[in-house]
């Protein structure tokens, strides 16, 4: 694609030649002469005049730079739409795969893409332009609505509900039976999960990841939130709108987490936590108790995040602290001799 072309598209002002042929997006290190990098921040500036990229995307112009310039208001947004056009373009399905199995009573509407060894439950409801991948499982009385894409091999149990345009990773599972024992007679009995799930407009959940069905009511992921790989969120949890679930976090049941909650990597709750509005969970942090809208916490059991940091430092200065506390120890034990001596 020319440069002259990408500009066109990003609404960018393009200063250089834009007459070069683009092959696609890189880092500044890797790019090639044939590629477009981005420039997110001003700090990586000086690192421009040793790539050998034939254009940059960058937010405002750059003095002395030698290559092409595609100037936008948002570099991020620009870089989406750049990834898009180059893209793979994948052999897309269409229709119901011979090999799928469609319940007779289940409603699909008739743009509905289903792919080989795929089931579909009965009185199943799918909207408009919705792909359901090879060798998915749709249960009895689930609902899902128009725009969504179910990867591969995605299980959606009974009586779930997912919104319009959700995306789905593949090998993830919805409204499984939650983690709930009871200890009676001597042994562990399952507790019956008979809610459901609720998936708002917007949600996407990566590969790998659960989202376990209600005891009663529903586990709400609320609208616009995006679940990495490897995450699980327990019976009856309810998140709130556009959070960020980062890989390994773990939310335990009957949870309450706010709109705009950020859960970094390997963080989590313990049950009946409430987590406020734009709270945010540091790596590996675990709420054990309430935590305050826009509070930030860290560590195990989680605090206010600046407290930690200052405890971490000292922590880590302990052996230190430690050898210096001997020595004292020394002195006043040869402090205390002398003042025995002279009685």
Same mark, same amino acid.
């Given at each position: 694609?020319?440069?002259? /072309?990408?500009?066109?598209?990003?609404?960018? =002002?393009?200063?250089? /030649?834009?007459? =070069?042929?683009? $092959?696609?997006?890189?880092?500044?290190?890797?790019?090639?002469?044939? #590629?477009?990098?981005?420039?997110?921040?001003?700090?990586?500036?000086?690192?421009? %005049?040793?790539?050998?990229?034939? @254009?940059?995307?960058?937010? #405002?112009?750059?003095?002395?730079?030698?290559m092409a310039q595609l100037v936008v208001e948002d570099v991020n947004a620009a870089l989406i739409t750049l990834l898009g056009l180059f893209a793979p373009k994948l052999t897309a399905l269409s229709g119901i795969h011979p090999t799928a199995v469609v319940e007779p009573t289940a409603?699909?509407? =008739?743009? &509905? $893409?289903?792919?080989?060894?795929? *089931?579909? !439950?009965?009185? &199943?409801?799918?909207? /408009?332009? $919705?792909?359901?991948?090879?060798?998915?499982?749709?249960?009895?009385?689930?609902?899902?609505?128009?725009?969504?894409?179910?990867?591969?091999?995605?299980?959606? *149990?009974?009586?779930?509900?997912?919104?319009?345009?959700?995306?789905?990773?593949?090998?993830?599972?919805?409204?499984? $039976?939650?983690? !709930? *024992?009871?200890?009676?007679?001597?042994?562990?009995?399952?507790?019956?999960?008979?809610? !459901? &799930?609720?998936?708002?407009?917007?949600?996407?959940?990566?590969?790998?990841?659960?989202v376990d069905r209600a005891k009663f009511g529903n586990t709400v992921i609320g609208a616009g939130t995006k679940i990495d790989n490897l995450v699980q969120v327990a019976h009856n949890v309810k998140i709130g709108r556009l959070c960020l679930l980062a890989g390994h976090v773990g939310?335990?049941?009957?949870?309450?987490? !706010?709109?705009?909650?950020?859960? @970094?990597?390997?963080?989590?709750?313990?049950?009946?936590?409430?987590?406020?509005?734009?709270?945010?969970?540091?790596?590996?942090?675990?709420?054990?108790?309430?935590?305050?809208?826009? =509070?930030?916490?860290?560590?195990? %059991?989680?605090?206010?995040?600046?407290? #930690?940091?200052?405890?971490?430092?000292? *922590?880590?200065?302990?052996?230190?602290?430690?050898?210096?506390?001997?020595?004292?120890?020394?002195?006043?034990?040869?402090?205390?001799?002398?003042? /025995?001596?002279?009685?």
């Amino acid at each position: 694609m020319l440069l002259s /072309d990408i500009a066109t598209k990003l609404q960018a =002002q393009l200063l250089g /030649d834009g007459q =070069q042929n683009i $092959t696609g997006v890189n880092t500044i290190q890797d790019a090639l002469a044939n #590629e477009v990098c981005f420039l997110t921040s001003k700090k990586h500036a000086p690192k421009l %005049p040793q790539s050998s990229a034939g @254009a940059v995307l960058v937010s #405002e112009p750059v003095a002395d730079c030698a290559m092409a310039q595609l100037v936008v208001e948002d570099v991020n947004a620009a870089l989406i739409t750049l990834l898009g056009l180059f893209a793979p373009k994948l052999t897309a399905l269409s229709g119901i795969h011979p090999t799928a199995v469609v319940e007779p009573t289940a409603e699909l509407d =008739q743009t &509905v $893409t289903v792919g080989p060894g795929a *089931y579909i !439950g009965h009185a &199943v409801k799918i909207g /408009d332009d $919705t792909v359901i991948g090879p060798g998915c499982s749709v249960g009895e009385n689930t609902a899902i609505g128009s725009g969504c894409r179910l990867d591969s091999n995605i299980v959606v *149990y009974h009586n779930c509900t997912i919104g319009n345009s959700c995306i789905i990773q593949s090998n993830s599972t919805i409204g499984a $039976t939650g983690f !709930g *024992y009871s200890f009676i007679d001597g042994q562990h009995r399952l507790i019956p999960h008979n809610g !459901g &799930v609720i998936l708002e407009d917007g949600v996407e959940i990566g590969a790998n990841s659960c989202v376990d069905r209600a005891k009663f009511g529903n586990t709400v992921i609320g609208a616009g939130t995006k679940i990495d790989n490897l995450v699980q969120v327990a019976h009856n949890v309810k998140i709130g709108r556009l959070c960020l679930l980062a890989g390994h976090v773990g939310i335990s049941g009957s949870t309450i987490v !706010g709109n705009g909650v950020v859960f @970094a990597g390997a963080s989590g709750s313990a049950d009946h936590v409430e987590i406020g509005d734009g709270a945010v969970l540091g790596a590996q942090a675990v709420a054990t108790g309430k935590v305050a809208a826009g =509070q930030m916490i860290l560590g195990t %059991p989680a605090r206010d995040m600046k407290q #930690e940091l200052k405890s971490m430092s000292v *922590y880590r200065k302990l052996p230190e602290i430690a050898k210096q506390v001997k020595q004292l120890d020394k002195k006043v034990e040869k402090l205390e001799a002398a003042k /025995d001596n002279k009685n």
